[in-house]
């Protein structure tokens, strides 16, 4: 019997290994096979869908669930004619909605001493213990806006193409009529840089007739952005003035840099609004608008864009404005670059937002009774917003007359600081230069 069983042990020691071998290849190959030919529904586990294009992490952090604390606290520094009476409605909007703070100019003026650094006194004391935005007009003077805001304030601006908000600031400001010239010509910007220096003085003069709001020797034609933005530029009379040192020029630039978190392009209006919106962690709803404050030409000052000579002259002219605007510029898109393909999705979005609230708030407009009552306007939430509606009051309120509000709003300060602005009438005025509105 042992002599039989000896050799069956001794196959089943080899067959082992071998059937474990053969079994192990046969797995292999099995899934080998498999993995090369079309999957059965039944084998494979549920898979996501590929993204349609590849987000950056700037994007995936710009959904309108919320990713980050609101920002409320903001200088927005409102120059001239650039696209800022628009969004001052838009500011002023999101202030009303959320009970803000807003620094207000005193009395009935429209300014905080423009074009006049900005003082203390240039403000309106509030109930407050401090306040959550200054967006009216003013001059960039760091060491009075850090005195009034928090700490963590987010500083913004925006600026235009030198040669675009030299045409609108010469019609809005009537430079051709107040320095002489007929106004009857379709090119009298070419005129009046024919002859600027003759043309300059006879609109800076203390005789000069119906040049409301700008002082004497303050010229709206050269370099007006760069000094809205504090750039030492020789005015008033006797002050430092940088505009010949290109250096000097420059490193100031580099400054309003570190000092601003955004400069927006009027240019790109929709682009410069959406890294708002993103800096700011806002909504769609916080960024509607309604264009305000348009300057049409009535009798000419518009240039064609190819008049090669008066532009070329208006660039030495105003040198510095162009290199603060090429420098924004440039920055402007470089910081678009890294948003993602996805910036781009939100903004074509925003815009067909955007054109609704606008068409809606003109129809409001449109009523000659302000007290009919209209439906709200809705719009549905987003891939970047939530749900959100805009009523006739909203729109009343992003436009059409901003300083309508701005009034209301010191209305409203004379009854609630009462006390506090009989106190501040008391403080003697030492300012050497005062703005007129």
């Known amino acids: ?57 700037g994007d995936q952090i710009h959904r309108h669930e919320k990713t980050c604390p609101e920002r409320r606290n903001l200088v927005f520094l409102k120059g001239m004619k650039c696209a800022t009476n628009t969004l001052i409605g838009m500011l002023t909007l999101f202030a009303f909605k959320r009970n803000l703070s807003v620094a207000l100019p005193m009395d009935k003026l429209i300014y905080h001493n423009w074009p006049y650094p900005m003082t203390k006194r240039d403000v309106r004391p509030t109930h407050r213990r401090e306040y959550n935005m200054i967006f009216h007009h003013a001059i960039y003077t760091p060491s ?13 601006s925006i600026i235009r193409q030198p040669f675009s908000h030299l045409q609108s600031v010469f019609r809005y400001f009537n430079v051709a009529e107040i320095a002489g010239l007929s106004g009857l010509e379709p090119d009298n ?45 020789g005015f008033p009379a006797g002050t430092q003035d940088i505009s010949g040192n290109t250096v000097a020029v420059d490193e100031y630039i580099r400054e309003l840099s570190r000092s601003f978190k955004l400069v927006m392009i009027v240019e790109h209006l929709y682009e410069s609004v959406i890294l708002l919106r993103r800096l700011m962690c806002w909504e769609f709803k916080d960024i509607v608008f309604v264009s305000n404050n348009i300057a049409h030409a009535p009798k000419g000052g ?16 105003s040198h510095v404005d162009y290199r603060l605007y090429d420098y924004f510029n440039k920055t402007l898109w470089k910081h678009i670059s890294t948003h993602g393909s996805g910036f781009y999705r939100e903004v074509k979005a925003f815009k067909a937002v955007q054109r609704r609230v606008e068409r809606y708030c003109l129809d409001v407009y449109s009523r000659v009774n302000e007290n009919e009552p209209l439906p709200t306007h809705t719009e549905a939430s987003s891939e970047w917003s939530r749900k959100f509606s805009i009523s006739a009051e909203d729109c009343r309120i992003l436009g059409p007359n901003p300083y309508k509000i701005l009034h209301k709003m010191q209305n409203t300060s004379n009854t609630l600081d009462k006390d506090l602005l009989h106190e501040a009438a008391k403080i003697a005025d030492v300012r050497q230069h005062k703005s007129l509105c």
């Open 144 to 156: 009075v806006m850090q005195a009034l805001m928090p700490p963590n304030t987010v500083y913004i």
């Open 302 to 317: 518009r240039v064609k864009q190819n008049d090669p000579h008066i532009m070329e002259f208006h660039k030495r002219w």
């Open 1 to 57: 019997m042992l002599s039989m069983h000896r050799p069956r042990s001794i196959l089943a020691l080899i067959a082992t290994p071998l059937l474990l071998y053969v079994g192990l290849q046969w797995y292999m190959l099995n899934n080998l096979l498999l993995s090369s030919s079309p999957a059965h529904p039944s084998r494979l586990k549920p898979l996501s869908a590929p993204p349609a294009h590849q987000e950056s992490a």
């Open 189 to 233: 910007l070419v005129e009046y840089f024919s002859d600027v220096e003759r043309h300059e003085e006879a609109y800076k003069s203390p005789r000069a007739q119906r040049r409301w709001c700008i002082p004497d020797g303050f010229s709206v034609t050269r370099n007006l952005q760069s000094h809205c933005h504090g750039m030492p530029l």
